[in-house]
Each structure stands twice: as C-alpha cells, then as structure tokens.
C-alpha cells in the first residue's frame, strides 16, 4: 500500500482535520483518508457510477404500466358524490 506524505498543511486546516477526527473518534490520518476517499473516487467506483446511471436511464425511458381496469381517484369520488 502507497504512503502520502504532506508537508506545509496550513494550520487552519490541520485544525479543522483534527476537530474532524476527534469528534468521529479517529485518528487525523484516518480521517484524512476518509475524505480521500470521498473526494476521489477509484477507477472501480467510477464504473460503478456509470452503470448505475444506465440503469436509472433504461428505467426512465421504460413506458409507464397502463391504469389497467381500475377507474382513477377522480373518476371514483365523482362516482361517490352521484350516489
């Protein structure tokens, strides 16, 4: 596994970093990993976006089912105030 050193972190941003860790009970270079990690996502994620967005658009451009033999919400009320 890779290591990643950064040097010259602004102070403001270490400290923000460290309150981050710090409230989610995680040390500051696994909460900087964590935001790697949800900022930059692999090359495996990225397929996994795009296959998802191909389903969503087949599901999209599916044609609705029919009302089948069921009269709608509307049609039903005026039915009951005629009574």
Do not use: C, H
Request: charged residues 35%; aromatic residues 8%.
């Amino acid at each position: 596994m890779a290591a990643l050193y950064i040097e010259n972190v602004p102070d403001e941003l270490y400290d923000a970093i460290r309150a981050r860790a710090k409230a989610r009970r995680k040390s500051i270079a696994a909460e900087a990993l964590a935001v790697l990690e949800q900022n930059f996502p692999t090359a495996r994620e990225l397929k996994a976006r795009r296959e998802f967005y191909r389903r969503v658009k087949r599901l999209q451009s599916a044609t609705p089912p029919g009302a089948g033999p069921f009269a709608s919400t509307e049609e039903m009320q005026r039915e009951d105030r005629l009574r």
